[in-house]
């Protein structure tokens, strides 16, 4: 499964475990590529950090800088 599938159109119920670890490893490497992009490379690993290596709580800083 790949990430390249609309997320509307991945049926999430019946993923595989291996299909779940691709799209999260997708989505992490997509999310890795922006932060790193908008601040600076190695940027998303100090995030990452900071944040406990939380992606919830990473989406919501990212979120709370992109709204200021």
Not at 37 to 47: I, P, R
């Amino acid at each position: 499964m790949s990430m390249q599938k609309k997320s509307d159109d991945i049926d999430f119920k019946n993923a595989t475990d291996e299909d779940q670890r691709q799209i999260q490893d997708e989505s992490l490497q997509i999310v890795k590529e922006t932060i790193d992009t908008f601040f600076n490379v190695g940027a998303f690993e100090e995030f990452y950090e900071a944040a406990g290596k939380s992606m919830l709580i990473l989406f919501t800083v990212v979120e709370k800088i992109g709204k200021d």
